[in-house]
C-alpha cells in the first residue's frame, strides 16, 4: 500500500506564490510518473502538471511560464512550485502518483490519489 500527503496549501493573495509538497510513503514500490491536479467547485478535475521518473515535464496552457513541477525521486516527493497565483486557480489541488508494486514476482501498476490541499487566491 502506498500513501500520499500533500501539504502547502493555503491564503494567498493574487500574484502570490505556494509550494505544494506530496509526499509518498509505503514499502515495496516504485514511482513512475507522477502529477498535479486540480479541482475547483462544481467543475471537474483537471490536470495540471505532470513529470516522468525521468524528469520530463508537461504543464496544462494555462499555467506555463508560471508553476514549475519537480521531484526529489530520493525521497519520494513531488513539488509544485506556484506563482502568480491568479483568483480562478482556487481549487483544492490534488497529487497523483503511478507506483509499480512486485508481488509474488509479478509487477503490478496502481494508481495512488492524496487527500487534496486547499489553495485558495484571494484579496
Known amino acids: 500500500q502506498v500513501q500520499l500527503v500533500e501539504s502547502g496549501g493555503g491564503l494567498v493573495q493574487p500574484g502570490g506564490s505556494l509550494r505544494l509538497s506530496c509526499a509518498a510513503s509505503?514499502?515495496?514500490?516504485?514511482?513512475?510518473?507522477m502529477g498535479w491536479y486540480r479541482q475547483a467547485p462544481g467543475k471537474k478535475r483537471e490536470v495540471v502538471a505532470d513529470?516522468?521518473?525521468?524528469?520530463?515535464?508537461n504543464y496544462a496552457d494555462s499555467v506555463k511560464g508560471r508553476f514549475t513541477i519537480s521531484r526529489d525521486n530520493a525521497k519520494n516527493t513531488l513539488y509544485l512550485q506556484m506563482n502568480s497565483l491568479k483568483p480562478e486557480e482556487t481549487a483544492v489541488y490534488y497529487c497523483?502518483?503511478?507506483?509499480?508494486?512486485?508481488?509474488?514476482?509479478?509487477?503490478?501498476?496502481?494508481?495512488?490519489w492524496g487527500q487534496g490541499t486547499q489553495v485558495t487566491v484571494s484579496p
Open positions: 513529470i516522468t521518473s525521468g524528469g520530463i515535464t
Open positions: 509505503g514499502s515495496g514500490f516504485s514511482i513512475n510518473a
Open positions: 497523483n502518483a503511478l507506483v509499480t508494486i512486485v508481488q509474488a514476482g509479478t509487477s503490478y501498476s496502481y494508481s495512488y
